[in-house]
């Protein structure tokens, strides 16, 4: 009989601390992916975008913190490369979550453009453009010192 008396309470024991391990960890893993988005990156600086005039109004807004831009699908450039000026910190992320989506300069041109003093990471992102015998995916802009 006292047998029978310490393995129920070591069984409802062996429950309760179950179950508040898995309240504790899913509380934290879920409030890890809400605070700091599926890839990482603070919600709070994550600007989404949709087309070139979007893309180009985010970089713009960055100052010298670092933003991520999320890429919610293929996104083409008609004209002028995408620049990231100098003291600005860009993280171009792709939102798909398999696979890559694409950011496709204009024929002949530089799709992107990285001054002296600007940052530039991408994450999940294909930098290519339109078929034409000039222009780069990335280029990147050094003042040389002599």
Do not use: Q
């Not at 309760?16 to 700091?36: A, D, I, R, Y």
């Not at 010298?64 to 003291?87: G, M, R």
């Not at 496709?104 to 015998?133: F, M, Q, W």
């Amino acid at each position: 009989m006292c047998m029978d008396v310490v393995f129920r309470i070591s069984h409802n024991w062996f429950l309760l601390v179950t179950s508040l391990l898995f309240v504790v960890l899913f509380s934290s893993l879920f409030v890890g992916v809400f605070m700091n988005g599926a890839n990482g990156a603070s919600l709070e600086n994550v600007i989404h975008f949709k087309n070139e005039d979007e893309l180009k109004n985010a970089v713009n807004k960055v100052y010298s913190k670092e933003v991520t831009i999320a890429l919610d699908n293929d996104v083409t450039l008609t004209n002028d490369p995408l620049t990231i000026s100098a003291n600005k910190d860009v993280t171009l992320r792709s939102n798909k979550v398999t696979g890559f989506y694409k950011l496709i300069g204009a024929s002949d041109k530089n799709t992107i453009v990285v001054e002296d003093g600007g940052v530039v990471r991408l994450d999940g992102i294909i930098v290519t453009h339109k078929k034409g015998v000039i222009g780069c995916g990335v280029y990147v802009l050094v003042n040389e010192f002599i």
